[in-house]
């Protein structure tokens, strides 16, 4: 009896098992999204120009939580300082009014790609120079409304937004790009803006720029008062650093090699006038080339840059480096100026000593030989006298060796190239240590503020 009892009460578990899989398998739930939507979105019962009502259902202002992912950077354009970028935006609210029944779980969510059939925030980004939607194969936006009344609005763009900068410090620099989202006409009784908790903004992994690297990213929010009332605004800062390698690569290694291709003419000889001459103008003109090609990428502004005080400086050493051949080749001149009236001059005494010895040996009425009260330049006793006076007369000095060492080289040409020689790369070593050392670390006090 008590087992005839347990077989009838599983055939009548297994029964109504049996039955209730045969009913699900009859539900439609497309049909039944349908039915919801219809119910919650349909004619005379949601109108989408009213906004939700605050927290709880209270009359304060909506609250929009906000969200995006960064999916790539295409560029940085320091001329017109904008960027480019494209994301996924994403807009979370509560709207009470599109409550809907779940079927006990099973209809987690529906899904919407019209976004005027429900209230949207009028979000827009204060910053943005150019913008659009992607469209391609289907426009690329969806919104999602949860059974609690939640709507998730999802959306990829596209823009190009502005990007003020400080180039000061370039290419040793650092730049700071904000994307800056508010409402347009909602003020903050009506709306308010918030950054999604735990992460709000995602970037993508391995983001790859041509010039930059992106360093860290800030949230934070900017709301704005007008004579029409107050804001709200959200704000994410893009902290870019600028790759040196390029730049290191590109002007600065080139022009340095410009002007120690410059200092090869003081070791030309100093009558080789077209081949320093050619060489200095050159390096000048390809400098100023150089400079010319690095400006024309960079906008026009009023202060100056750390790479026009490189580029400057380099063409002054370029420019130096030719006009000490003009100075070289004056002092070639002179030289030879002043060795020809010496040889002109020694020339009129030697005559002058000919002549006057001439006439005392043909005085044939004299009876003894007179010696000649000015000696020859060359008379070793006369010379050997001299010395010991000198000697005598002046205190011994003690040797320079500077002058030692110029007196080597007789010319004041001569003087000239060997002095370049050593000044110049010395100048330029003495440029380059205050460069770096004054460029590197204000580099470093804008990292760490």
């Known amino acids: 009896?008590?087992?005839?009892?347990?077989?009838?009460?599983?055939?009548?578990?297994?029964?109504?098992?049996?039955?209730s899989l045969a009913n699900n398998a009859k539900i439609n739930f497309r049909e039944k999204e349908k039915k919801v939507l219809d119910q919650i979105l349909g004619a005379g019962k949601y109108d989408a120009r009213i906004r939700p009502s605050g927290i709880n259902g209270t009359d304060g202002p909506a609250v929009v939580r906000v969200?995006?992912?960064?999916?790539?950077?295409?560029?940085?354009?320091?001329?017109?300082?904008?960027?480019?970028?494209?994301?996924?935006?994403?807009?979370?609210?509560?709207?009470?009014?599109?409550?809907?029944?779940?079927?006990?779980?099973?209809?987690?969510?529906?899904?919407?790609?019209?976004?005027?059939?429900?209230?949207?925030?009028?979000?827009?980004?204060?910053?943005?120079k150019e913008g659009h939607f992607h469209n391609i194969i289907m426009p690329n936006v969806y919104i999602r409304i949860f059974p609690n009344g939640s709507v998730l609005y999802s959306i990829r763009i596209s823009l190009t937004l502005a990007c003020p900068m400080n180039l000061k410090l370039y290419p040793l620099d650092r730049q700071i790009c904000s994307l800056r989202m508010a409402s347009y006409g909602?003020?903050?009784?009506?709306?308010?803006?918030?950054?999604?908790?735990?992460?709000?903004?995602?970037?993508?992994k391995n983001l790859h720029l041509p010039r930059f690297t992106l360093e860290k990213f800030l949230t934070d929010y900017c709301n704005s008062k007008t004579n029409t009332g107050e804001y709200s605004c959200l704000k994410?800062?893009?902290?870019?650093?600028?790759?040196?390698?390029?730049?290191?690569?590109?002007?600065?290694?080139?022009?340095?090699?410009?002007?120690?291709?410059?200092?090869?003419?003081?070791?030309?000889?100093?009558?080789?006038?077209?081949?320093?001459?050619?060489?200095?103008?050159?390096?000048?003109?390809?400098?100023?080339?150089?400079?010319?090609?690095?400006?024309?990428?960079?906008?026009?502004?009023?202060?100056?840059?750390?790479?026009?005080?490189?580029?400057?400086?380099?063409?002054?050493?370029?420019?130096?480096?030719?006009?000490?051949?003009?100075?070289?080749?004056?002092?070639?001149?002179s030289d030879m100026h002043k060795e020809n009236m010496k040889k002109k001059r020694r020339d009129l005494e030697q005559a002058s000593l000919d002549a006057a010895s001439d006439l005392l040996d043909t005085d044939s009425n004299a009876t003894f030989a007179m010696k000649p009260l000015v000696r020859h330049p060359g008379d070793p006793l006369a010379l050997e006298k001299r010395l010991q006076c000198e000697v005598h007369m002046q205190a011994p000095k003690r040797p320079n060796c500077c002058k030692t060492w110029l007196s080597k080289f007789p010319t004041r040409s001569k003087r000239i190239d060997v002095i370049s020689r050593i000044t110049f790369p010395l100048v330029f070593a003495l440029f380059n240590l205050v460069y770096w050392s004054t460029y590197l670390f204000r580099e470093e006090e804008d990292e760490t503020f």
């Open 1 to 19: 009896m008590g087992s005839g009892h347990f077989f009838w009460a599983i055939f009548y578990f297994a029964s109504l098992c049996s039955a």
């Open 67 to 128: 969200n995006i992912f960064v999916r790539s950077i295409s560029k940085i354009d320091d001329v017109t300082m904008e960027y480019s970028v494209q994301l996924t935006f994403r807009e979370q609210w509560t709207d009470e009014r599109l409550k809907f029944d779940d079927i006990q779980g099973r209809l987690k969510y529906l899904t919407l790609t019209e976004a005027n059939r429900v209230w949207m925030p009028d979000l827009f980004f204060s910053n943005e």
């Open 186 to 204: 909602w003020t903050t009784n009506d709306l308010v803006f918030l950054w999604k908790e735990g992460d709000p903004v995602q970037v993508v």
């Open 236 to 333: 994410v800062d893009l902290l870019f650093k600028r790759e040196f390698s390029y730049y290191l690569i590109q002007i600065y290694i080139p022009c340095c090699m410009l002007v120690i291709v410059s200092w090869v003419s003081f070791w030309l000889d100093q009558g080789a006038v077209p081949a320093r001459v050619s060489l200095g103008v050159t390096t000048l003109l390809t400098m100023a080339t150089q400079t010319s090609g690095i400006n024309a990428s960079l906008p026009p502004v009023s202060y100056t840059k750390a790479i026009d005080v490189w580029t400057g400086v380099c063409l002054t050493f370029v420019f130096g480096a030719l006009l000490e051949f003009a100075l070289v080749n004056y002092a070639s001149r």
